[in-house]
């Protein structure tokens, strides 16, 4: 289960593909008839697999033999941590608000954790990679109301590696026995500046950087073309006003002398 806290910081805690299993003595009773749904597919409703991420690699072949870790952990950078706000802005969308205002850049370090029994050393978590954006955040409708991705069973984990599922069951127990129950977050060291600028009297403008696409690239095409009828028009037409009245002016003059 997700543990409420009174930030609006995301980057605040670490995030994991496995959530800790509330103690059962603390669950509500929405809680409790939310997981008596979950079970009803999976004996481990509060952890995501891995394997599916193994089992095809960058080049899209299938891997015969798909190697993985137990967990996973997603560990925020030192800015963010430090620098994303803890107070709600005036926004009827505090993580809209604040997510629109990052700068592009590292967002989490990602950390594996190999085995179950690594469960309280992580000196023996190992950092496979880094998550980053490369443009700021834009808001749609597609990947805000529709996108979604299918989780992976941990059952489908354990066809792969058999020996984890006794430890993930212990862990699970213990989690439900122990309503204190938290993974410790890893450690930050000191940010040197803030990502995510300090709110002034003004919002932050928003940089669209979003590339031209056909429809725009044909406006901006139509657009330029009637620019350029208009001036040939307007040519033509100072050009019939000034030098046809001057020729029959001078004419006139000429025929009346």
């Known amino acids: 289960m997700v543990y409420p806290q009174p930030s609006y910081n995301l ?18 009773k929405e809680e409790r008839d939310l997981m008596a749904l979950y079970t009803k597919s999976t004996k481990y409703p509060t952890m995501t697999g891995l394997s599916k991420f193994a089992q095809v690699d960058r080049n899209g072949r299938e891997e015969p033999a798909p190697n993985f870790p137990f967990r996973i952990i997603f560990h925020p950078v030192d800015n963010l941590h430090y620098g994303f706000p803890d107070a709600a802005p005036k926004s009827p969308n505090p993580w809209y608000h604040y997510l629109l205002l990052l700068n592009p850049g590292p967002l989490f370090e990602v950390y594996a954790q190999r085995e179950p029994s690594d469960q309280d050393m992580t000196e023996r978590y190992i950092r496979i990679g880094t998550i980053s954006t490369t443009r700021k955040f834009i808001p749609g409708k597609f990947g805000d109301t529709k996108l ?110």
């Open 11 to 28: 980057f605040l805690h670490d995030y994991t593909n496995h959530p800790v299993a509330q103690a059962l003595s603390n669950q509500t």
């Open 148 to 257: 979604s991705f299918e989780h992976t069973y941990m059952e489908r984990d354990f066809e792969f590696f058999p020996v984890r599922e006794m430890a993930a069951k212990d862990i699970i127990k213990q989690q439900q026995e122990n309503m204190n129950y938290r993974y410790k977050d890893l450690p930050w060291g000191n940010a040197t500046d803030l990502i995510v600028p300090e709110e002034g009297p003004e919002e932050a403008e928003e940089v669209d950087t979003t590339p031209l696409g056909v429809v725009d690239i044909i406006l901006i095409v139509f657009i330029c073309l009637a620019f350029i009828v208009l001036v040939v028009v307007l040519a033509a037409i100072v050009r019939g006003y000034f030098f046809d009245g001057a020729t029959t002016s001078s004419l006139g003059d000429y025929e009346l002398h």
